[in-house]
């Protein structure tokens, strides 16, 4: 066999494959900044013993078991006779503009597997899966990766940051070093879960490597750190009955990962993924994101047309432009035991008409959304009753209610067909620009009776075909409509998600330090413009220290701004600060969620923030999280952000006070605040002056 090589480049990077002329495999060359391909690899070792040792496996793109399992496999497939096992041999490449598919065929088998490959342009993100295709027989896929990366290690230990956590403390940014040994991460709950986020970085000095998983159902990803100075990560999707069936002539195409690359840490690697997910967003990311208040938190299951209309009306006069009824709209639906699967709007709660009661929210010059649940279904609803077939079920075995619901087989095409005529005919028949999906319930027992054997069906992958067969009905038909995507909160967060809904809803947390720490992780690993934030008036859960209501909203307007608490309960001084706010919001919203955005340390730091950059302007929002020890703020007591990405010779003025500060300064002084108890926020809008003749600046001049 010839050695081969293939090079894909990104924006500012280089992912080089090579093929083995010592076995039928494929190995890593070199992944990092351009030019690194030019050089020896990082990962070229030599052959000295008769062992093959981890390091010598290291470098190997998609190991199947059977050829080099000494570290593990990303394949696992077995044939009629049930031994495990592929031996394969180079079968040809295909190249195209900024794409690769290498495939590799074990005839015995019966098995071509294709590595494929595609760069993003305009980023740094390289997307790789894999296509499996049982050619005269059928196969037994125990496990199917969607790729494999190797990431080179020259310190002692590999730093590793993910995102953890729980319901109400999603997204939590959780490191670990691993000189040695394995560290996995995953979900079986059907969805990406609270846990864990499907997305992982691995730091080698200052260079920041990362994936994530474009798959919103059963997943995993292990990182290996091997002997001779690599980690190995794998990732893919995990078959609900531990293997997947695949007939003759059929292919498994697998998830989409993306691989990405900044030689800038953390903070270059989430912008690295902000770029990428307004990729993801299309032309849609040119439409505002309208200012949201969704009444949930001010009326509960309580919805009648009167009391919606009273906060509506406050909602438009703060400044709102969009007014959403969260749950308890439907009939049925008095309590979280009843009406779910019963879409139509409860004529008791809007005596005069729905459509009358939409036209006076609009007629308040906002446009108007619906909370769903399009995947639960409420035992004692009407469409439970004529398709009981429709839930998930073990046959003979109780069902378990989890918060007193069901869950639809959505993997059915009559069941996808069903949601498919709810929404449109809800969206068709009223003016409704705006629909939150919400999922609060994971399949327990995922079953469907009269489909044959269990391990003959791929239930958790047939589930999210067809949740993503809706969302794509959603998109095509109803153009204009936002979606917001939801699972208890942040449970089902990830890029085919994001790629099929406007925003996304991080954590049912909305308390400002909890919620504070929810969305420096989720920065980390997600842009601005997808999330969405609430101001409300919910106490803190974990981190239970006052803030003021102008923290809650500067902390919220780092994303996408909701409000949801109760405004009749506001005074007046409320109402009006809240206006404020909200004008301010509308002023720096495209900086926001079109700019660059740095992470301005952390909240176990004493101030925190975000900066946010487009073009000339440049947006601060900094919030002081008092100490750690719970004791009051120190009144007078001064502090500072470093800002990043700024020109050292230009001069920045902040739009608010008329102060100019030189480049330089901002990078290594800071921007000053002074806070005290009664000031924990600050947005600062700094706009960058034309270039003077006399480029002589002070540090901070006014």
């Not at 060359?29 to 070792?45: F, H, I, K, T």
């Not at 439970?384 to 619901?405: D, F, K, S, T």
């Not at 504070?516 to 601005?528: C, T």
Request: glycine letters at 10%.
């Amino acid at each position: 066999m010839t050695h081969r090589r293939w090079t894909l480049r990104t924006e500012h990077t280089s992912y080089t494959v090579r093929l083995s002329p010592d076995g039928p495999w494929a190995e890593l060359d070199a992944w990092g900044p351009l030019g690194v391909e030019d050089g020896p690899s990082a990962l070229d070792w030599s052959h000295r013993t008769h062992f093959i040792t981890p390091a010598d496996a290291a470098p190997a793109e998609y190991l199947p078991y059977g050829l080099r399992p000494f570290t593990g496999a990303e394949l696992v497939a077995a044939g009629p006779g049930g031994e495990r096992g592929v031996w394969w041999e180079f079968d040809g490449a295909e190249e195209g503009p900024g794409s690769l598919r290498l495939a590799f065929a074990d005839e015995l088998l019966g098995l071509r597997t294709v590595l494929c490959y595609e760069t993003v342009p305009g980023t740094d993100v390289l997307l790789r899966w894999t296509e499996h295709t049982a050619r005269d027989r059928e196969l037994r896929l125990e496990r199917f990766d969607s790729a494999a990366v190797n990431i080179p290690v020259t310190g002692a230990a590999a730093r590793l940051t993910y995102l953890s956590g729980q319901w109400s403390q999603e997204f939590q940014r959780t490191q670990l070093e691993l000189p040695r040994g394995t560290f996995g991460i995953g979900s079986r709950q059907g969805v990406p879960g609270h846990a864990y986020a499907p997305w992982l970085a691995v730091q080698d000095q200052e260079a920041a490597y990362g994936v994530a998983l474009e798959w919103p159902g059963n997943w995993h990803i292990t990182a290996e750190a091997e002997p001779g100075g690599s980690v190995r990560v794998r990732a893919g999707r995990v078959p609900h009955e531990g293997a997947v069936l695949l007939a003759p002539g059929d292919t498994l195409v697998t998830p989409r990962l993306a691989c990405a690359f900044s030689p800038d840490g953390l903070d270059g690697l989430s912008r690295v993924w902000h770029r990428y997910e307004r990729l993801l967003t299309g032309d849609r990311l040119h439409r505002p994101r309208k200012v949201l208040y969704n009444s949930w938190e001010a009326t509960g299951f309580d919805v009648e047309a009167a009391g919606q209309l009273e906060l509506a009306k406050v909602a438009a006069d703060i400044g709102a432009e969009l007014f959403v009824v969260d749950d308890g709209w439907f009939t049925g639906r008095h309590d979280d035991t009843g009406g779910l699967g019963d879409w139509y709007p409860d004529p008791a709660a809007f005596p005069d008409g729905f459509d009358r009661f939409v036209a006076d929210v609009r007629a308040l010059g906002l446009d108007f959304g619906l909370w769903v649940e399009p995947e639960a279904v409420s035992p004692g609803s009407r469409l439970y009753a004529e398709h009981p077939e429709w839930a998930y079920r073990i046959e003979g075995r109780p069902a378990r209610l989890v918060r007193n619901q069901l869950l639809l087989d959505l993997g059915r095409s009559d069941v996808q067909d069903f949601v498919i005529g709810t929404l449109d005919r809800l969206l068709g028949a009223h003016e409704i620009s705006y629909l939150k999906w919400d999922m609060n319930r994971p399949p327990t027992e995922r079953g469907r009776p009269g489909a044959g054997p269990a391990d003959r069906l791929d239930l958790d992958a047939e589930h999210v075909a067809g949740y993503l067969r809706v969302l794509d009905h959603l998109r095509t038909a109803h153009p204009g409509v936002t979606v917001e995507g939801c699972a208890g909160g942040g449970g089902r967060i990830e890029h085919a998600t994001i790629a099929r809904t406007d925003v996304v809803w991080p954590s049912d947390n909305t308390a400002p330090l909890d919620r504070l720490a929810i969305q420096h992780g989720f920065l980390h690993a997600h842009a601005p413009h997808v999330m969405s934030s609430w101001v409300t008036d919910a106490p803190g859960v974990f981190d239970p220290r006052p803030r003021s209501l102008a923290f809650r909203f500067v902390n919220a307007m780092c994303g996408v701004l909701g409000i949801g608490a109760d405004l009749r309960a506001w005074s007046p001084e409320q109402r009006a600060e809240a206006a404020h706010w909200i004008a301010r919001y509308k002023e720096v919203r495209d900086v926001i969620h079109h700019g660059e955005a740095r992470l301005l340390g952390s909240p176990e730091d004493p101030t925190c923030g975000v900066q946010y950059d487009a073009g000339d302007r440049t947006v601060v929002a900094a919030l002081s999280t008092g100490r750690l020890d719970g004791a009051p703020l120190l009144p007078g007591r001064p502090d500072r952000l470093r800002l990043r990405g700024l020109d050292p010779a230009a001069r920045y003025r902040d739009t608010a006070t008329g102060t100019t500060y030189g480049g330089a300064h901002l990078l290594h002084y800071g921007l000053p605040f002074a806070w005290s108890a009664e000031h924990d926020v600050d947005l600062v809008v700094l706009t960058r002056e034309p270039a003077r003749a006399d480029t002589r600046t002070s540090s901070g001049d006014t």
